[in-house]
């Protein structure tokens, strides 16, 4: 299981840091990504991590603000966003799949498990 949390409400310009931990399974050799969802529009993915060496990739429109970082002992991933903006309201998601990250993040269907999904309401 997949659990996603950190979600709230901010103003515009806070942070948050967003979690997502396993339960069962333990993320080594594991690819785990945030995708979110804002109203009206379709899913976008933001970044992937490759939980034993860290490596990171982000979609263009995610470099700068966000940064995705993982703490293996706690078997957890997470998506901190800063300088938020109304435009980021949306439902986060994390996903993970078995998946060596060499050359870009896994697609959505090639995830495996996916987290119930956490909100995230920035008000200007």
């Known amino acids: 299981q997949l659990q996603a949390s950190g979600g709230g409400l901010v103003q515009a310009g806070g942070s948050l840091r967003l979690s997502c931990a396993t339960s069962g399974f333990t993320l080594d050799g594991h690819t785990t990504g945030w995708f979110r969802r804002a109203p009206g529009k379709e899913r976008e993915g933001i970044s992937c991590?490759?939980?034993?060496?860290?490596?990171?990739y982000y979609a263009d429109s995610a470099k700068g603000r966000f940064t995705i970082s993982r703490d293996n002992a706690k078997n957890t991933v997470y998506l901190q966003v800063n300088s938020l903006k109304s435009e980021d309201t949306a439902v986060y998601y994390c996903a993970t799949a078995r998946y060596r990250l060499e050359y870009r993040c896994p697609r959505a269907y090639e995830y495996t498990y996916w987290g119930q999904g956490t909100l995230v309401t920035v008000s200007s």
């Open positions: 991590i490759s939980v034993s060496d860290g490596r990171t």
